[in-house]
């Protein structure tokens, strides 16, 4: 859940102050969306260094615990600053090598994941903006249908939702669309060609509209003609996996839990070896963040108002795949 004030956000970390210079996550604390500049937390206040294309709009929209400064006066703040934590995941090494040259009286040390670990558990505004998010989604992939009876290729699909997105009011797509047809949906991240469609066709799709910042993805299956049985077979295998899952979702399950759900099922209809991803991911700012829903990585538990996205997919080299997605909330 998002931190109160930046001493409960310091006090996570056990340090006196934190440089946030990730825009995703200056963009969590202070709203502003940015392309440069630097925040800084210190036990009373968050301190946000921008240059003049952002000091107007900083200074009319950030909360109240956000003091707005000049860029330039980063070095003076840092003279008070005996030590400081970093984001280690963004910080490159020439940043790195700038800070400690530049502000040689204050010990840097690396953070991982502060603000990120913070992020997984939404707040009621933040859930709100999913939905919306999620409900612009959906109503991209209630008009595929229509549109599939024209000429179409992946790549004007993939387009077309582009322009769907910003029809509907939102910030536009939270990553490039995922459009195949045929064959090519044997490959999980495919991207769109000028591959016409035709009647036969297997469609998948994968998709997501940014709101305000807040990410959905979804993906869904279209046909062109009656299924065969080897395609319903599998269809029926994903579909499952996906409510076992889906069921299972609840604050304290684990990434493993679910994952091992998912092999269940899998392993029922003897198609555990056609996977070719994990089952998911967390949801929010970012398409991907938080909790990966994989037994590759370390065991974590789902929190409480955290976003998952579930999507188990079957893949048979060179023929068909399918995938079906939908963004949970726990």
């Known amino acids: 859940m998002r931190p109160t004030s930046p001493s409960e956000l310091l006090a996570e970390a056990d340090i006196g102050a934190f440089l946030v210079s990730d825009r995703v ?11 440069a500049g630097f925040l800084l937390a210190l036990p009373r206040s968050y301190h946000l260094f921008v240059d003049g294309r952002y000091r107007e709009v900083a200074e009319r929209q950030v909360p109240d615990n956000v003091r707005v400064h000049d860029l330039s006066l980063l070095p003076k703040a840092f003279a008070k600053v005996p030590e400081c934590a970093v984001e280690a995941e963004v910080v490159t090494l ?39 998010a999620q409900s612009l989604t959906r ?30 009011g939102a910030d536009g797509l939270a990553f490039d669309p995922i459009v195949a047809f045929g064959t090519n949906t044997s490959r999980p991240h495919h991207h769109p060609t000028d591959r016409p469609i035709r009647k036969g066709h297997l469609v998948q799709v994968d998709v997501g509209v940014k709101y305000r910042g807040y990410c959905a993805d979804l993906s869904a299956v279209f046909f062109t003609a009656k299924m065969t049985a080897q395609e319903e077979r599998v269809l029926t295998a994903v579909r499952d996996a996906l409510n076992a899952v889906r069921k299972i979702v609840k604050p304290g399950a684990t990434n493993h839990t679910l994952h091992a759900a998912e092999d269940t099922v899998f392993q029922k209809y003897g198609v555990g070896h056609l996977k ?40 048979l080299p060179g023929r068909f795949g399918m995938r079906l997605e939908e963004d949970v909330i726990v």
């Open 139 to 168: 109503e991209l992939l209630a008009r595929v249908p229509a549109y599939l009876r024209k000429s179409v290729t992946e790549r004007s699909l993939a387009w077309q939702f582009h322009v769907w997105a910003h029809e509907l």
């Open 94 to 132: 020439a940043q790195w090598a700038r800070w400690k040259r530049q502000f040689k009286d204050t010990k840097f040390v690396q953070m991982k994941g502060l603000l990120q670990g913070f992020r997984r558990q939404k707040d009621a505004k933040e859930i709100a903006l999913f939905k919306r």
């Open 276 to 315: 070719a991803h994990s089952l998911g991911h967390g949801v929010g700012l970012e398409i991907h963040e938080g909790i990966s829903l994989s037994d590759l990585v370390p065991e974590k538990a789902l929190l409480e108002n955290e976003i998952v996205a579930i999507e188990p997919g079957l893949y």
């Open 25 to 35: 996550n200056i963009r969590y604390v202070t709203g502003l969306e940015l392309s």
